[in-house]
């Protein structure tokens, strides 16, 4: 894990991982390792700008439903999230970090992902 810079998803504790109605998702990441991996790729120091869309699926199923997307990174990308029409079950949240980064007249975009099973129970 010394070069994963997340994201990470954020939870008030980790055994909530029930919700009900609407919630708020909230990820980040490790700027100190990201930096480092920008270095790797001779990118070093030159992160403009980062985004986070979210999305669900019920556990067991292949298709992914978008729930949101925020760059503000002051408030963790947090996007709402109404559980309220979902039917009770497993569930699986993905937050797909997205940070662009730029040299000169280069430009890259590096992605990683997080994944969290959830259970909703209206």
Same mark, same amino acid.
């Given at each position: 894990? %010394?070069?994963?810079? %997340? ?30 991996e ?38 963790n ?11 009770? %079950?497993?569930?699986?949240?993905? %937050? ?16 990683r ?10």
């Amino acid at each position: 894990m %010394g070069n994963n810079w %997340g994201p990470r998803f954020i939870v008030p504790s980790q055994t909530l991982k029930t919700f009900s109605g609407r919630v708020r998702l909230r990820e980040t990441y490790d700027e100190e390792v990201l930096n480092r991996e920008l270095e790797s790729l001779d990118m070093a120091g030159s992160a403009i700008q980062a985004t986070n869309p979210w999305y669900y699926r019920k556990k067991g199923t292949d298709t992914w439903i978008k729930i949101g997307e925020s760059n503000d990174r002051r408030d963790n990308f947090a996007v709402p999230w109404d559980t309220g029409r979902l039917v009770d %079950g497993k569930y699986e949240i993905l %937050g797909l970090m997205h940070v662009i980064a730029r040299k000169g007249e280069a430009e890259v975009v590096l992605a990683r992902e997080s994944v969290a099973e959830v259970t909703i129970q209206n």
